[in-house]
């Protein structure tokens, strides 16, 4: 799995295939036009100003780290590309740094909840439909690109980068996270504990029974149906669908090396590991102390955060 994961990254994946790349795009774009990322974490009405709220005090209490990176850059005046909006709680923390904000999204539903949200908070800013692998954009016309947890479900990820490299201007920064293939997450519980677990989920009231310790009970249900139906999973797809929700269609992981060969055209400055999700344990991570949670994160964390600038 590994070597065909570094191809895949290196632009080197026998896709013959372009059609096989294209129903990829496509299901990824349905996938988040459905279900906008963090659009499920909030339990208020969608598209009015609590509702966003409530979205963004869940994203930076578990994600702290988020802030912290987005200091690492100079926003103020700046010409920003956010690649992946969500709902916009990034975006509105850009443009609330100073950045003149453009965001862009495969799908349509990103594009909507976006909009909706900076016009709740009277902010301005440009949100479009526009493929990474496409941008619209002119050589040279933006400052920084920021991409937060995007780069990984983009199946044409070289040519993504590549893109990016040619609308950045000489000596303009990109800030991205993507999934960290050293992680607890995929060492651990993709590759092994849930691998165990979701054979036992058939077991009558087990589901029920982790719901009480605090597993989402919707996301192990349908888990369990998704592996009864096809028990043979392909390694690319088991790790799809154990992040971002079990119907999600495409997702990869990479190491320090791989991300650094994808961004290979960058000057690579930081290289950075943050976010251990305790939730996912249930009792178990709440226990821990928070100094433990962060050690953990920082070592070992599920979001691997690179900084990097185009040469002049």
């Not at 609308?167 to 996270?177: K, S, W």
């Not at 597993?215 to 390694?235: C, Q, V, Y």
């Not at 790790?239 to 055209?265: C, F, K, M, W």
């Not at 251990?276 to 070592?299: C, M, N, Q, T």
Request: glycine share 8%; aromatic share 10%.
């Amino acid at each position: 799995m590994l070597a065909l994961l570094r191809d895949r990254i290196a632009g080197r994946e026998n896709l013959s295939n372009t059609d096989d790349v294209g129903q990829k795009q496509v299901a990824v774009q349905d996938f988040w036009n459905q279900k906008p990322c963090d659009s499920d974490m909030s339990t208020k009405e969608p598209g009015v100003r609590v509702y966003y709220e409530e979205i963004e005090q869940d994203r930076y209490t578990y994600q702290g780290h988020i802030n912290r990176i987005m200091d690492w850059v100079p926003w103020e005046g700046k010409r920003v590309l956010e690649i992946g909006t969500g709902v916009g709680t990034d975006a509105r923390n850009i443009i609330r740094r100073g950045g003149l904000y453009l965001g862009i999204n495969v799908d349509q539903g990103s594009v909507d909840a976006t909009k909706k949200a900076l016009d709740a908070f009277g902010l301005e800013g440009e949100v479009k439909k526009c493929s990474a692998t496409e941008l619209f954009l002119p050589d040279g016309s933006v400052d920084i690109v920021y991409s937060f947890g995007v780069i990984h479900h983009i199946p044409e990820a070289a040519t993504a980068v590549s893109e990016i490299g040619r609308v950045l201007r000489p000596g303009g920064e990109l800030l991205i996270m993507v999934y960290n293939r050293t992680s607890i997450n995929y060492k651990l519980e993709i590759l092994v504990l849930r691998k165990m677990f979701v054979r036992l989920l058939r077991i009558p009231g087990l589901i029920k029974l982790l719901a009480l310790v605090g597993l989402p009970e919707g996301k192990l249900k349908r888990h369990s149906e998704i592996f009864s139906a096809n028990k043979n999973m392909s390694d690319e797809e088991w790790l799809s669908r154990n992040t971002d929700g079990p119907d999600n269609p495409y997702s990869l992981v990479y190491g320090q090396r791989e991300i650094e060969e994808l961004l290979h055209a960058f000057e690579v400055k930081k290289n950075e590991v943050f976010y251990f999700d305790a939730r996912h344990w249930g009792i178990l991570g709440k226990l821990l102390p928070k100094s433990l949670v962060e050690f953990l994160g920082a070592r070992y964390g599920w979001h691997r955060v690179i900084y990097a600038v185009k040469p002049d």
